[in-house]
């Protein structure tokens, strides 16, 4: 079971940038995931979540209107565009899901992918 993220990178203020996560080992497109972040010496921050098919997104206030979440599940893959970017925007992203192990529920969290944004 895994997830692996790609696309962070260093961009200036106002540039856009979209993450990947890739998926293996679980069935991808039964799951609800979701993009969290985590500022060097902070708590580790909800972003946006998208459920396993149809269904509403939902974005935490400091991103919504400038980054969207998608998947592909054809693919094993989630999406994160990110636009309008901030200098508060610099942190590392993870993706994140729960699945079923038997009975019990089990986190899987990617990698991360570091995001900075600067002049």
């Known amino acids: 079971v895994q997830l692996v993220e790609s696309g962070g990178g260093l961009v200036q203020p106002g540039d856009s940038l979209r993450l990947s996560c890739v998926g293996s080992?679980?069935?991808?497109?039964?799951?609800?995931m979701h993009w969290y972040r985590q500022i060097p010496g902070k708590e580790r921050e909800l972003l946006a979540t998208?459920?396993?098919?149809?269904?509403?997104?939902n974005y935490t206030d400091s991103v919504k209107g400038r980054f969207t979440i998608s998947r592909d599940n054809s693919r094993n893959t989630l999406y994160l565009q990110m636009d309008s970017l901030k200098p508060e925007d610099t942190a590392i992203y993870y993706c994140?899901?729960?699945?079923?192990?038997?009975?019990?529920?089990?986190?899987?969290w990617g990698q991360g992918t570091l995001v900075a944004v600067s002049s």
């Open positions: 994140h899901t729960i699945i079923k192990v038997f009975i019990a529920d089990s986190e899987v």
């Open positions: 080992g679980f069935m991808f497109s039964k799951y609800a």
């Open positions: 998208i459920p396993a098919r149809d269904g509403a997104t």
